[in-house]
């Protein structure tokens, strides 16, 4: 029983570099989301989705993409990477909007 | 106003003393409340989760909310070493089906 998953666990890119966070889930979640954590910012949500082929922008959308074709999948790509992207990044699932969402063991991504 | 507040700490506690972590929000509307731990370099963990008025006891774990007064704690019994880390509330703000966190409060159980 994986839970979810996400690779790779250490990415260290360039500038301008396009980049691609893997999530999946085993638990058949609708809602999948991306966060992002820096200090003195904490966590902070840049893209969800409430099923397959549904996403919407949180509150950091800037730089980044995703999609999701199937429910156990949810990918997060950085188009042209920057520094300021530099950060731990997670993905997290959970049945509903409204209910508790388990998270995955993040990956920390250094844009050098 | 941030929408999640919560005390950055840290909150320094003996062994076996209670810890008490505090947690207010900005939006009336909201309906859950959870909150997660969170060890140096891993993921959150979820430790509880509240949807109304009143105490919800787990274990040494005992979350406290208040929807009059915008208000969610988090009681930690027996404090142990383990127990040190940092502790994040999250809140389901209104209709959107999403969570906003605390920037968290870093417990520290001491010997």
């Known amino acids: 029983d994986a839970g979810i998953t996400q690779s790779p666990r250490y990415k260290i890119t360039e500038t301008g570099r396009q980049v691609t966070l893997m ?7 609708s809602y999948m989301f991306w966060y992002r954590q820096d200090l ?4 902070r949500l840049i893209y969800y989705s409430a099923a397959a082929d549904i ?6 959308p800037d730089g980044y993409v995703v999609s999701r074709s199937k429910t156990e999948n949810f990918p997060l790509t950085l188009e042209s990477a920057t520094r300021s992207q530099t950060s731990v990044y997670f993905c997290a699932s959970s049945e ?11 990956t920390r991504l250094t844009v050098l | 106003q941030k929408e999640v507040e919560q005390n950055s700490g840290p909150l320094s ?3 076996g003393a209670i810890a008490s972590l505090n947690c207010t929000y900005s939006d009336r509307g909201s309906q859950s409340f959870f909150w997660y731990r969170q060890y140096s370099g891993k993921s959150p ?5 509240i949807y109304s008025n009143g105490d919800k006891e787990d274990g040494r774990f005992t979350a406290q909310l208040n929807k009059a007064s915008q ?3 988090l009681l930690i019994r027996d404090s142990q070493p383990s127990d040190s880390a940092t502790y994040l509330c999250a809140v389901n703000t209104g209709t ?7 920037t968290g409060t870093r417990l520290q159980v001491t010997l």
């Not at chain 1, 996403?55 to 950091?60: H, L, R, Y």
């Not at chain 2, 959107?96 to 605390?102: E, N, Q, V, W, Y």
């Open chain 2, 13 to 15: 506690v003996p062994e």
């Open chain 1, 96 to 106: 509903t909007g409204y209910m508790e969402q388990f998270f995955g063991p993040g």
């Open chain 2, 96 to 102: 959107a089906s999403k969570l906003t966190f605390g």
């Open chain 2, 71 to 73: 208000y969610v704690s």
């Open chain 1, 23 to 29: 999530c999946h889930q085993t638990w058949s979640h």
């Open chain 1, 55 to 60: 996403t919407d922008k949180g509150e950091v």
């Open chain 1, 40 to 43: 003195g910012h904490g966590l």
């Open chain 2, 45 to 49: 963990e979820l430790i509880m989760s």
